[in-house]
């Protein structure tokens, strides 16, 4: 009894994995989200602890770094994605090359969220940082 698990399968397990984590990192985004908004109400009634500062100030500079970090990971994967899609199209069927080209497309879409999260964090605590001193 030879028993094989069909590379779609695989493919397919692998996009709902993506969508999970995609889902996650949504609502990690949406709970630090809410405690910037924070942040930006204690700046504006002029109530930032000496604390909420330097989480301010480190925050920034992780940021920074996670987005320029992104930012070179996609260079590099994007061309990479172009000729893993080049292969499947090459070997195999349009029919099958669809299938697989699923996961191609929801880890470009994980990429490009987590680089625009990354950018708006570094984007609103930089205009948290302005004038907190």
Do not use: C, W
């Not at 397919?12 to 990192?25: D, Q, R, T």
């Not at 100030?57 to 940021?63: E, G, H």
């Not at 994967?77 to 893993?84: E, M, N």
């Amino acid at each position: 009894m030879d028993f094989q698990i069909p590379l779609e399968l695989i493919s397919n397990l692998i996009s709902v994995a993506l969508l999970a984590a995609l889902l996650y990192k949504y609502l990690q985004y949406k709970k630090k989200l809410d405690v910037l908004k924070g942040l930006d109400v204690l700046k504006n009634e002029k109530k930032l602890t000496s604390e909420d500062k330097e989480f301010i100030k480190k925050n920034l500079k992780d940021y920074k770094l996670a987005f320029e970090n992104d930012q070179e990971r996609i260079k590099i994967v994007y061309p990479v994605f172009i000729l893993i899609t080049g292969i499947l199209f090459i070997y195999l069927s349009f029919q099958e090359a669809m299938i697989h080209l699923n996961l191609v497309v929801v880890a470009y879409i994980y990429l490009h969220i987590s680089k625009l999260h990354n950018r708006n964090f570094y984007n609103f605590l930089k205009e948290l940082s302005n004038n907190i001193d």
